[in-house]
Every structure is written in structure tokens, then in C-alpha cells.
T-cell receptor, first 120, second 111 residues
């Protein structure tokens, strides 16, 4: 079946512009995560939704970052007044209801390909 | 979540087993060891996870020491397609919790 999709795959923005990044999770997945990955680093958590509720936004680096998931499916990450330090790959991941496995409860996260944002 | 330590890079010949170590000396009793990998220009991909017993699936095997302070991910017959950054992550199960990635191990599989 279809995996997690993200659009656009690449975005170039001039410093000060607003951008909106879209994530389409796997159909029926309850949990949705956003991560930011700087060049040469591992992904870093930004925010988490369970259905339409944003349960954790502790990783958002500033109040210029805003995420929403109004109907509990598609999510948008918005960055206002972009700065050069916002240049990174933005990854979205979704997770279904917990799966009981032989190794306990699994919360496997499925990642999209990411959106590479370059702020010039 | 507990901090993990991995070597920054490793090489492996194609067809050989790749053994990727991870130290997690401060792991708590309710924390699992997860492995993800990230192939260039793609999002991370789940590989395997375990609590204290050794685990095996179609992709890899996970060996966790008896004291749970370290683990090894084993790719039994590495191929060029296994070239990627491998992340060892420790996290509490029972929650749909965030993943805390480190810098991982960059595995280069060569001919």
C-alpha cells in the first residue's frame, strides 16, 4: 500500500518568506510526528499529533514554527519568516495503533522521504 | 530516553556479515532497543527492536548483552543496498513516543 508522502520534496525560500510543508500519513494511522534533520545529523523531534490533537510540541525551535492536523489525517508544518538556520530536511512519520508483537507492544514509525528546505 | 553511543563509521565487504555495535549503559528496565537505518535521500526505516532476548527478522538479528548495556545489530549477508546510516535508539515502550536519534553509524558496503 501507499506509504507516507510529503510535498514538496524540495523547497527554496528567500529569507523572510513563509513556507508550508505537507505530510500525508498512511491511511488510518493515528499518530503523526515531525522531525527536523540538519546536514550530517540525525533527525530531531519537532512535534507529535494523536489524531487531530497536538500532544507534544516541545521540539519546535521557535514560535515561527507551527503545525496542524485539523482532521486527524493530513498535517502541515508551517514556518514563518524563514531564516537560514531553518535549512534542513523535514521528515514526517506516522504510526498506527500499537501492535502487539512477540517483543511486546510495537510503535513502529513509518517515515516519508522528507522535504528539503533551503533558505537563501 | 537513555543515551546511546555508536562508532561513526564502519566498512563491510559485500556478502560478509556486518556487525554494528551500540552502547547504552544507562538503559532502564522498561526501555527497548530499536534500530533504524537511513539510506541516502530517504527517510529512516525501522529494522528491529528488542528488550532483553535476542531477536531475528527478515532484515537482521539483534543481540543484546545479558546486562542490557550494549547490543549488536547483525546484517548476515551485507549487500551494496545496505549502505546507510544505522541508528540505535533506546526508548520506553507502551507509548507512541518520539524517537531520539544520535548521529548513528555510517555503514559502507563495498565490493
Amino acid at each position: 500500500g501507499a506509504g507516507v508522502s510529503q510535498s514538496p520534496r524540495y523547497k527554496v525560500a528567500k529569507r523572510g518568506q513563509d513556507v508550508a510543508l505537507r505530510c500525508d500519513p498512511i491511511s488510518g494511522h493515528v499518530s503523526l510526528f515531525w522531525y527536523q534533520q540538519a546536514l550530517g545529523q540525525g533527525p530531531e523531534f519537532l512535534t507529535y499529533f494523536q489524531n487531530e490533537a497536538q500532544l507534544d510540541k516541545s521540539g519546535l525551535p521557535s514560535d515561527r514554527f507551527f503545525a496542524e492536523r485539523p482532521e486527524g489525517s493530513v498535517s502541515t508544518l508551517k514556518i514563518q519568516r524563514t531564516q537560514q538556520e531553518d535549512s534542513a530536511v523535514y521528515l514526517c512519520a506516522s504510526s498506527s495503533r500499537p501492535q502487539q508483537t512477540g517483543t511486546g507492544v510495537s510503535y513502529e514509525q513509518y517515515f516519508g522521504p522528507g522535504t528539503r528546505l533551503t533558505v537563501t | 530516553d537513555a543515551k546511546t553511543t555508536q562508532p561513526p563509521s564502519m566498512d563491510c565487504a559485500e556478502g560478509r556479515a556486518a556487525n554494528l555495535p551500540c552502547n547504552h549503559s544507562t538503559i532502564s528496565g522498561n526501555e527497548y532497543v530499536y534500530w533504524y537505518r537511513q539510506i541516502h535521500s530517504q527517510g529512516p526505516q525501522y529494522i528491529i527492536h528488542g528488550l532483553k532476548n535476542n531477536e531475528t527478522n527478515e532484515m537482521a538479528s539483534l543481540i543484546i548483552t545479558e546486562d542490557r548495556k550494549s547490543s549488536t545489530l547483525i546484517l548476515p549477508h551485507a549487500t551494496l543496498r545496505d549502505t546507510a546510516v544505522y541508528y540505535c535508539i533506546v526508548r520506553v515502550s507502551g507509548t507512541a513516543s518520539k524517537l531520539t536519534f544520535g548521529t548513528g553509524t555510517r555503514l559502507q558496503v563495498t565490493l
